[in-house]
């Protein structure tokens, strides 16, 4: 059968009232669906008019082409307006698409989100807050900003500080890449599909019927012992722990930390700390929006998306040396807002 999309202010995204089913489709294959503030706002605007549709039982958010649902928020083209000295572009586009996340996380119907092939950063944002979070055995899914100099945002760090164990620390600061099973294990997914099954499952949502015969959920995956190093509030501390694991997994870890921008791991642990303690996703993305703008002005955000995006040498000139150089008031300060209040601790 085929759908009849409608699009709002960008062709970047497009939209299908089919049966029972509400589709939000992104249409940036070429970018993975990377997003734009357009683009949010367009799904935020559909998605408060199917609430109140009483004809849609259910959303469902795909993305275009083979590589993924989304591999995150454009954040070239924030290069781009911190380098022309424009700052509120990049803001707005972040306090737009945390209002979609928020948006997500309390809505009223199931939002089923097709995680498959690449889901990374904003990608994450605008489906593992759903109530309904399908992955495939191509599914790639990770927090990766620490490489570009960031921290993970669109909530996330909600979803990792309430993973098993110090799992969440692990994959918060390495920015590593897990597959399925393991996003279903760390709490940002909820069971699996086939990704030759996306079809069925589109058309047995549209229909208003269960899918619940075309998922399973696989036995949880078994975390490895030397991730308890990741206790703690002190990432150098952290660091010589896994350094000196006799796991070589432990020690590869370490290696991908000490890569990383030292100001964002060490901002990164501390919001991921904090969120610990918050009660909801709207305290940590309220968190985000704080850090988001601090980071904004941060060197080492401008240096790690042209070291992995732009020219591509993957070599960044971090601000500091390691992380022993990073000040603990210089990370405090990350916290407290343009106004003067602090953060939440």
């Known amino acids: 059968m085929v759908v009849d999309y409608f699009t709002l202010d960008t062709d970047d995204v497009r939209f299908a ?11 940036r294959p070429k970018a993975i669906n ?7 706002t367009d799904i935020g605007t559909v998605l408060r008019r199917w609430a109140d549709d009483d004809a849609i039982a259910a959303v469902a958010i795909t993305g275009a082409g083979e590589r993924g649902l989304c591999a995150g928020g454009d954040v070239r083209a924030v290069r781009e307006a911190i380098a022309a000295g424009d700052l ?19 809505y009223p119907k199931p939002y089923v989100a097709i995680m498959d092939g690449i889901v990374m950063g904003g990608g994450v944002g605008i489906s593992a807050h759903g109530n309904r979070r399908l992955v495939t055995e191509r599914t790639k899914i990770a927090m990766p900003e620490t490489i570009i100099g960031l921290f993970p945002d669109v909530g996330a760090l909600w979803l990792l500080a309430n993973a098993p164990g110090e799992f969440g620390t692990h994959l918060a600061l390495t920015g590593s890449t897990i597959d399925g099973p393991s996003a279903i294990t760390a709490g940002l997914a909820d069971a699996m599909i086939d990704s030759a099954s996306i079809p069925q499952v589109l058309d047995t949502l549209a229909r208003g019927e269960s899918i619940d015969e075309l998922t399973s959920v696989p036995e949880p995956v078994e975390l490895p012992a030397w991730l ?16 000196a694991s006799d796991d070589a997994d432990a020690r590869a870890a370490a290696e991908a930390i000490r890569a990383r921008s030292p100001f964002s791991v060490s901002v990164t642990l501390a919001a991921l700390r904090r969120a ?15 850090l988001g703008r601090r ?19 993957r070599n960044p000139k971090w601000r500091h ?20 209040s602090a953060a939440r601790a």
Request: zero cysteines; proline letters at 5%.
């Open 17 to 27: 009232d089919d049966g029972a089913l509400g589709r939000i489709e992104l249409n």
């Open 34 to 40: 990377a997003l734009t503030t357009p683009m949010v």
């Open 88 to 106: 509120d572009q990049p803001y707005e586009f972040w306090r737009s698409e945390y209002a979609v996340n928020a948006q997500i996380a309390d």
């Open 228 to 243: 308890e190093a990741y206790a703690g509030d002190d990432a150098a501390q952290i660091v010589a722990r896994l350094e």
């Open 276 to 290: 610990a303690a918050m009660s909801s996703v709207h305290e940590v993305l309220a968190q985000d929006l704080v």
């Open 295 to 313: 980071f904004l002005a941060e060197p080492d955000f401008a240096e790690g998306v042209r070291a992995q995006l732009v020219d591509k040498d």
């Open 321 to 340: 040396a390691s992380l022993d150089e990073v000040d603990p008031a210089e990370v405090e300060a990350a916290f407290t807002p343009s106004d003067g």
